[in-house]
């Protein structure tokens, strides 16, 4: 793996890379926007965003379908991040980064669901692992310690998501690595806000 990614890249062949980061941000983004809830309730003859919270993501997926679909679902939802990023990054680092971001702006933002999706932290995670695996633990630590002790997995996902960019930072990321955490924790922040605020406001 290569740690860390964004120096240098446009010094040799810089024109295919150019070429590179499109496919990534166009085939991360198409990937990302698949919905695996919506596809599985669909078969089932419901309508996810008329059912539970609305959302096309897993937690809704296994509210709603139950257990085993939620988990399936989990699991569609990271590998959609993960695959694109791994893939484009055998090509160029900054590819890999940059089709990990896209799937996840595809997963909250579907064109598939009129613009609409889920909150993007699987997907979030997925894009980490296909991306940059070594910085997972400490992310999904985080995340699995609030989630129990709190049980409240919103809060569990924006803090996780706050703390990826703060890891690379202490690991010695820079450049496309530190954006590129910054941006999936700004999405998933954005996504959970309106979340937290409710629940903040109700005590």
Same mark, same amino acid.
Request: avoid cysteine; glycine fraction near 16%.
């Given at each position: 793996?290569?740690?860390? &990614?964004?120096?240098?890249?446009?010094?040799?062949?810089?024109?295919?890379?150019?070429?590179?980061?499109?496919?990534?941000?166009?085939?991360?983004?198409?990937?990302?926007?698949?919905?695996?809830?919506?596809?599985?309730? *669909?078969?089932?003859?419901?309508?996810?965003?008329?059912? $539970?919270?609305?959302?096309?993501? /897993?937690?809704?997926?296994? *509210?709603?379908?139950? *257990?085993?679909?939620?988990?399936?679902?989990?699991?569609?939802?990271?590998?959609?991040? &993960?695959?694109? /990023? &791994?893939?484009?990054?055998? #090509?160029? /680092?900054?590819?890999?980064?940059?089709? $990990?971001?896209?799937?996840?702006?595809?997963?909250?933002?579907?064109?598939?669901?009129?613009?609409?999706?889920?909150?993007?932290? &699987?997907?979030?995670?997925?894009?980490?692992?296909?991306?940059?695996?070594?910085?997972?633990?400490?992310?999904?630590?985080?995340?699995?310690?609030?989630?129990?002790?709190?049980?409240?997995? /919103?809060?569990?996902?924006?803090?996780?998501?706050?703390?990826?960019?703060?890891?690379?930072?202490?690991?010695?990321?820079?450049?496309?690595?530190?954006?590129?955490?910054?941006?999936?924790?700004?999405?998933?922040? #954005?996504?959970?806000?309106?979340?937290?605020?409710?629940?903040?406001?109700?005590?």
């Amino acid at each position: 793996m290569s740690i860390w &990614a964004g120096n240098g890249w446009m010094g040799n062949g810089w024109a295919g890379n150019v070429l590179v980061l499109v496919g990534a941000g166009v085939g991360g983004y198409l990937v990302g926007a698949v919905s695996p809830a919506t596809i599985i309730a *669909r078969r089932r003859g419901l309508d996810l965003a008329a059912l $539970g919270s609305g959302n096309p993501g /897993a937690t809704n997926a296994g *509210r709603v379908l139950g *257990r085993r679909a939620g988990l399936l679902v989990a699991v569609l939802d990271v590998a959609k991040g &993960a695959v694109p /990023a &791994a893939l484009f990054g055998l #090509v160029l /680092a900054e590819a890999g980064l940059l089709a $990990g971001l896209a799937a996840v702006l595809g997963h909250v933002t579907s064109p598939y669901l009129h613009g609409r999706g889920g909150r993007g932290v &699987a997907t979030s995670a997925g894009a980490v692992l296909g991306a940059q695996p070594l910085l997972l633990p400490v992310v999904l630590g985080v995340w699995v310690v609030v989630a129990v002790v709190l049980r409240w997995v /919103a809060l569990a996902s924006v803090l996780a998501a706050v703390m990826l960019p703060v890891v690379a930072a202490v690991a010695g990321a820079r450049g496309w690595t530190l954006g590129w955490a910054l941006a999936i924790a700004v999405v998933v922040v #954005v996504r959970h806000w309106p979340n937290l605020r409710d629940r903040l406001r109700a005590g």
